[in-house]
Every structure is written in C-alpha cells, then in structure tokens.
C-alpha cells in the first residue's frame, strides 16, 4: 500500500509534520473554524504546506468525490463540548455543536473506506456524557465496528514518552482485518500498532480487564443509523455512572477488551522538562513579565471561602488546591489550554521563573516547543499572540504521531501473505 493520508479537522498540521517525518505523503487537508471569520489555523496551514489539495470549507460542504483515495485518514476532530477545561456537568457530548462533526467522518469514512485510520480527542472523551458514562465513545466504536474495523485506544500522556508537557489524549486506531496488524484481542492491546508506538503494560489485577459480547445494539443487520440509535438507546438504559473503557482497549466483532496500562519508557529520546524549551531571559519581549504578583498568587493558591451563587442566591463554600506557583522548571509542564494567552492574571497559565528572579508568562514559542513544534510555526501576519497560545492549546503533540507513523510505516510496506 502507498503511504498516503489525508487530514481532516488539520488545525496547523500537527499531524502533517508528524507523518511526513516518517515518509507518509498528504494528498488532502481540510481546516475551517465556523465561529470566527478570519481562518487563522488555515492560514498558518498553508503557509507552510500551500493552498494545493486544501480545503478552508465547513467539512459538510466536501463531497466524498472531492477527497482522493488514501491509505490512512487522520484527525484531531473537535469535541469542545468536553473540552479538559470545562466542568464534565456541563458536557454535550456528540450531539453538541462540535460533536456532531463525527458524523462528517463517518460521510467520508463510508465513501473512502481508507485502511487506516487514526483519531485524537480529549481523553474525557472515554466518560461523556455525565447521565450516560462512556456513551459517545461506544457509539463511536459501534460506527467503525460496522464498516468492519478493529479499533484500539489509548489514553497518551506525552510526558510518560519523555516529552516536555503532561499532555493527555485518546488516540483511537481503526485498521481492516486484512491489514494483518492484529486480530483485535487482548493482546492488541499490548502488540497492536498503539502497543508497539507506545510501550504499555497491563496492570496485573483481577479488575484490570473485562469482556463483552456486545457493546449494546441489537444486531449489525439493521442499517447504521438504526444500529447505532440501537446502541446509544441501551447505553442510557445502562446510565453508567462510571465509564466501563478504561485507559486502553481493543474492540472488533462485537467483542471488547478494555484494562488499565501502565507505560513502559525505554530510554528512546531523552526525557525533557519545561525548563529544557525555555528561552534566554534576554530573549523574552517585556509584555511577558509579571509584576501584580499578588492578584497571581491568589488565583493559584488554595481556597476555602464562602461564596454566593449569582443565579440563584444560594450561599456555598468555594474549595480549590493550589497550583504550582512559579511552574516547576524540572519536571514536564502542566497542559496548554486554550486560555494560555493573554496579560491577564489566570490560575491556568503557566509562570515561570528566572534566573534573575523575575516572574514571566510563556512565550508563543515555547508554547510551540512545547507541543513539539517548529520555532515560530504560528507566527503569521494577523495572528495575535494570544490566538497562537489558542491554538496551540488546541494543538496535539508532534512527536507521539510520529511514533505511530513509523509503526504504520512497517504494517503497510511488510508483505503479508
């Protein structure tokens, strides 16, 4: 098979550079935020990879004859509705306003039928929504297990893999049965292609993996609409209030193992720290440094105070641990969020201090290294420090795929009988 994909929901091609650094060739992105007007992620996009074979278009918009054929089809694809920053009450899950943008792959995946596939999303993913534990992701198995993929995932924290940030997501690999890449069992888990990029092993206790036989629709002879309303329909009937997916599984032919992992680090590339991507003190503009200390030290630290709710007048007590205040410079930084931008004192940006002893935020560019890419890739007439701290937020880390591209790599090149 060619080693070529196509990238959807591309944001600034995390998963471009990752895939071209292990020889995999782009034969069409798509990238387009419906609520703003200026495309900032597209502009920084094809700025580096050009306008060819990219489309800045609502992805509803694509015809199935507008994306060529290809090998692997990859995607960060957006689920805001729970995002890592927002309360899991307030989740919508795959029928709020980003979720429903799943169905759109599944359009593409039913025309295409790529051999690979290979998504990222927020690991809250596993436990949406709050009434139902689990539904979204098992209606998401439910769609690739009907046009006959196996399925692993993973739970990836970037920093047990020796990066500079501790930066979790779920990465969700679907293959066909003739790919040979694994006969989708309990030992996917450990030697599937996640299992061989990511170095795992299976925590050794009774409760550490389960079976099922279904994951709750009532026969695949249906169509898939009503199969999958089959599934969703027995999950809410189920009303887990813990979400049955553990931190890895594998699922194909309505059977799924799921366990908790543990990540093994075999020494591969140097584990690396926030301290290792800061730049010289001399180098940081002065609009980055600190001075109201106070009102920072305060959004950071603990507290137990009472306060009243505006909605209702209802009085509480307010709890809150503290935050590392400065970020420590030895250890991988806490996530990049979204709101990582900006003057304004937060309890969720990252402050460091320097050797002079000054205080400071971090820099578009380190925010950058941070998620393993070039220096200075966001850095587009128009595009604010604050959006690039946006998106970078919103950014995956370059270096993980890369490791699942080498695997995929060895899949399609090795002859199978």
């Known amino acids: 098979m060619e080693k070529?994909?196509?990238?959807?929901?591309?944001?600034?091609?995390?998963?471009?550079?990752?895939?071209?650094?292990?020889?995999w060739d782009c034969k069409f992105s798509n990238q387009y935020e419906s609520l703003t007007q200026v495309q900032h992620a597209s502009d920084i996009y094809t700025k580096h990879f050009g306008v060819e074979a990219h489309a800045n278009c609502d992805i509803a918009k694509l015809s199935g004859d507008s994306i060529p054929d290809h090998t692997l089809l990859v995607g960060g694809f957006p689920c805001q509705d729970y995002s890592v920053a927002k309360p899991l009450r307030y989740s919508e899950g795959i029928e709020g306003k980003k979720g429903v943008l799943w169905w759109e792959i599944v359009k593409i995946i039913e025309k295409k039928r790529p051999p690979f596939i290979l998504l990222e999303n927020v690991n809250r993913l596993l436990a949406s929504p709050v009434n139902a534990r689990g539904r979204d992701f098992a209606v998401i198995l439910a769609c690739l297990e009907w046009f006959g993929y196996i399925v692993e995932w993973r739970i990836i924290n970037a920093a047990d893999y020796g990066y500079p940030q501790r930066?979790?997501?779920?990465?969700?690999?679907?293959?066909?049965?003739?790919?040979?890449?694994?006969?989708?069992?309990?030992?996917?888990?450990?030697?599937g292609i996640l299992g061989q990029a990511f170095p795992c092993t299976i925590v050794a206790d009774k409760h550490s993996?389960?079976?099922?036989?279904?994951?709750?629709?009532?026969?695949?002879?249906?169509?898939?609409?009503?199969?999958?309303?089959?599934?969703?329909?027995?999950?809410?009937?189920?009303?887990?209030?813990?979400?049955?997916?553990?931190?890895?599984?594998?699922?194909?032919?309505?059977?799924?193992?799921?366990?908790?992992t543990e990540p093994v680090y075999d020494n591969r590339r140097l584990k690396q720290t926030l301290g290792d991507i800061l730049a010289n003190e001399q180098d940081v503009p002065e609009e980055f440094f600190i001075d109201?200390?106070?009102?920072?030290?305060?959004?950071?630290?603990?507290?137990?105070?009472?306060?009243?709710?505006?909605?209702?007048g209802y009085e509480y007590v307010y709890q809150e641990g503290a935050v590392a205040f400065p970020d420590a410079l030895d250890k991988p930084s806490r996530t990049i969020i979204t709101?990582?931008?900006?003057?304004?004192?937060?309890?969720?940006?990252?402050?460091?201090?320097?050797?002079?002893?000054?205080?400071?935020?971090?820099?578009?560019?380190?925010?950058?290294?941070?998620?393993?890419?070039?220096?200075?890739?966001?850095?587009?007439?128009?595009?604010?420090?604050?959006?690039?701290?946006?998106?970078?937020?919103?950014?995956?880390?370059?270096?993980?795929?890369?490791?699942?591209?080498?695997?995929?790599?060895?899949?399609?090149?090795?002859?199978?009988?």
């Open 209 to 260: 993996y389960y079976r099922t036989e279904t994951i709750g629709g009532k026969g695949m002879e249906q169509d898939l609409a009503t199969y999958i309303h089959s599934v969703a329909e027995a999950w809410d009937k189920k009303a887990h209030k813990v979400s049955p997916f553990k931190n890895a599984g594998a699922f194909y032919n309505g059977v799924m193992y799921t366990a908790t």
């Open 292 to 312: 109201n200390l106070d009102k920072w030290e305060y959004l950071k630290g603990a507290k137990k105070e009472p306060r009243i709710s505006k909605h209702d």
């Open 4 to 23: 070529t994909f196509c990238e959807l929901f591309a944001g600034v091609g995390g998963f471009r550079l990752g895939l071209e650094k292990t020889g």
């Open 167 to 191: 930066r979790k997501r779920v990465f969700i690999m679907a293959y066909q049965p003739f790919c040979d890449a694994s006969d989708g069992n309990l030992k996917t888990i450990t030697d």
């Open 339 to 417: 709101g990582e931008g900006g003057v304004a004192p937060s309890r969720h940006k990252h402050v460091v201090q320097t050797p002079s002893g000054w205080y400071r935020r971090l820099m578009p560019i380190e925010l950058e290294r941070l998620n393993g890419f070039p220096d200075n890739w966001t850095q587009v007439n128009g595009v604010s420090d604050t959006k690039r701290a946006f998106i970078m937020g919103n950014a995956l880390v370059v270096g993980l795929v890369e490791q699942v591209g080498y695997v995929l790599s060895k899949v399609v090149t090795t002859p199978h009988g």
